[in-house]
C-alpha cells in the first residue's frame, strides 16, 4: 500500500487537531485570563462561522479557477440543500453559499438580539457585558490562525480533486450545523 508517487501530499491531521485547539483556546483563554464575558463569547463563535464559511468559499472559488474540476459545473444537489422543498440545482459552489451564508445571516440576526437584550437588562452583570475590544481581540486571533490555514491550503489546493474538496465542504457545513446549533 505504498502512496501514489503523482499524488497530492495529505493534509496533516495532527496540522488540523492543534489549528482547532488553538481557536477553541481563544475564547477559554479570554475568558480565564482576560475576564470575557458569555456574551462576547457567543459573538466571537459566531464571527468564527462567519470567517470558516469566508475561507472554504475562496477554497472553493480558487479551486474551481485552478482546476476547471467538471464537478463545478455539474448542477445535481451535493449537500442536501433545499429551495422550495426541491433540492437545490446550483452546484457546489453555490449551495455551500446559500446554505452557509443563510445560516450564519439568520444565526448573526439571533445573537446580535441576544446580545443587545442580555447587556441592556443586565448593564452590571459583567456576563452580559458586550465589549468590542474583546471581541475585535478574539476576532484578529481566530482570523490570523484561518487565513495562515488557507494559504497553507492555497499550495497544494491545485492538486486536490474536486471529491476532496467536496468532502471538505460537507465537513465545513457540518461544522456550520453544528456550532449554530451549540450556540
Known amino acids: 500500500n505504498a502512496p501514489d508517487a503523482g499524488a497530492p501530499p495529505q493534509p496533516s491531521k495532527l496540522g488540523a487537531i492543534v489549528l482547532a485547539l488553538l481557536i477553541n483556546a481563544v475564547p477559554l483563554v479570554g475568558v480565564l485570563y482576560f ?61 455551500y453559499a446559500t446554505a452557509s451564508f443563510s445560516f450564519t445571516l439568520a444565526h448573526g440576526i439571533f445573537v446580535g438580539g441576544i446580545a443587545l437584550i442580555l447587556s441592556q437588562n443586565f448593564p452590571d452583570d459583567p456576563r452580559w457585558r458586550v465589549s468590542l475590544v474583546q471581541i475585535g481581540h478574539g476576532v484578529l486571533a481566530i482570523s490570523v490562525m484561518l487565513g495562515l490555514e488557507l494559504v497553507a491550503d492555497l499550495f497544494t489546493i491545485r492538486s486536490r480533486s474536486f471529491a476532496w474538496m467536496r468532502t471538505y465542504v460537507e465537513g465545513r457545513m457540518g461544522r456550520v450545523i453544528v456550532l449554530h446549533l451549540a450556540i
Open 35 to 95: 475576564e470575557w464575558s458569555a456574551i462576547n463569547v457567543v459573538v466571537l463563535y459566531w464571527f468564527e462561522n462567519l470567517m470558516i464559511g469566508v475561507c472554504t468559499f475562496v477554497r472553493l472559488l480558487l479551486h474551481r479557477f485552478w482546476t476547471r474540476k467538471r464537478g463545478y459545473w455539474r448542477r445535481t444537489n451535493r449537500l442536501g440543500i433545499q429551495i422550495n422543498n426541491k433540492p437545490a440545482v446550483i452546484g457546489l459552489i453555490g449551495e
